[in-house]
């Protein structure tokens, strides 16, 4: 299994990712899930990937081989980021035509869902959140944020917390807490965690980090918000109405 | 669809469930989805039920029906508890065999899960998760809760707070909790929330109410819950590593 959630904020983006890849529980394996596509003073683009991992690195093989091709459309030249998630489509779309029917002759579904984050010279920064048919949604005001893999124990305090005007280091600290309920509830999701920032028109990466289990922050902000929520959970007050109906 | 929850703890049994229906979000109906087999001084038995509304419905039907056979097992004159779990696989595998093949003609899923709660003079109490199949499962020291339908959302916050030693007021205020989180991310959750509890050893059901979404108690700890996570997440410290890697 996969969690990966991409964050849009006035400041920038924020990508986290997992990297548990597994086949089973008896196979499992460790492989990174966000790549970047960067020319620094230009672009900063981000993409991670959830779903059936030989269909997820084709997809990506595709997308580094096109870099090459100087007269074909790629996330290196092309205009905008809409252009990008095009790109990233139509290669979903090229797997899909080349693998899909050899998968659905032994039954494996063509499962591929992405999140792709970054700015483009001459716009602001944009979300996408692609799908195994190469079509996508974009991020908006009202929904800032796309989660891929397995979304639901950390969604509700994305929920809580996110919205344009939070800052880059809140999201950060949002994106972690969210993997942590993710990790705690789904053993296939994993540290280490890759971690990007993108920040509103600086054009490069601004930072990408991969925090291993042990990173102290990660230990700390897990353990504190652990204790935070029995706190919180403790000082709210108990029912007093079920003695009454006894 | 349906979240319903059920603890088990030393202190006894506490069981909730929404009582939203729907079929396709234009067509949406309130069904409460827990009922209870009580014999006052004897047994307590509290059983709820998720999936298909016509599958869950027919289940139902057919266990009230066996209360007037004297000759045979029935909720309401089995010895244990398993011997309960097993009237209601036995039900489900009845259903199946009556509509399970008109159903597959019509690709309906025979979609139907099942938490059992209660005790019976001579027993603790026991709690029971029972599957389409007729199969099911006990709870034991380790895992004290099942839940049903739309699970996720709700289960992180039971996990770091529920155990065998959890007091029943405490089990009442996580499961409604876990309610509220269910609530907010799956439109098709909602109130009315069945509520019961069933103290250990008192052999009746010691409560049973319904939760309306204007319900005071309900709507102070939704409101405080969220204040307090909301207030938990800007005192964690902020990463300071962001900006060093930029």
Redesign the interface.
């Known amino acids: 299994m996969t969690y990966c959630v991409g964050m849009l904020v006035d400041a920038g983006i924020v990508m986290l990712s997992d990297t548990r890849t597994n086949a089973g529980v008896d196979n499992i394996a460790t492989f990174h899930k966000l790549s970047i596509f960067e020319k620094p003073g230009e672009r900063a683009i981000a993409l991670m990937v959830a779903g059936n991992l030989s269909i997820t690195q084709s997809v990506l093989g595709l997308l580094r081989e096109q870099l090459h091709e100087h007269d074909e459309k790629h996330l290196l030249n092309v205009d905008t980021m809409l252009d990008a998630a095009r790109c990233v489509g139509d290669a979903v779309r090229q797997i899909h035509a080349r693998d899909g029917k050899a998968l659905e002759d032994f039954k494996i579904e063509f499962n591929v869902s992405m999140v792709l984050g970054g700015q483009i010279k001459g716009e602001t920064p944009r979300l996408f959140n692609i799908y195994p048919a190469g079509n996508f949604i974009e991020a908006s005001e009202d929904t800032c944020y796309f989660q891929i893999g397995e979304t ?2 950390g ?3 994305i ?3 996110i919205n344009r005007k939070t ?4 999201a ?3 994106g ?2 969210s993997m942590d ?1 993710t990790i ?2 789904n053993l296939t999701v994993s540290p280490p965690i890759d971690v990007v ?1 993108i ?1 509103t028109d ?1 054009l490069r990466i ?4 991969v925090i291993e289990d042990e990173n102290p ?1 990660f230990h ?2 897990r353990t ?3 204790d ?6 403790l ?8 003695q009454k ?2």
């Open positions: 639901k124990y969604k509700p305090i929920d809580r917390v800052h880059l280091e809140r950060v600290k949002c972690l807490i309920s705690r509830s920032v920040r600086e601004g930072s990408h980090q922050y700390h902000i504190r918000w652990g935070s929520l029995g706190q919180a959970f000082e709210l007050p108990d029912p007093d109405w079920i109906a006894g």
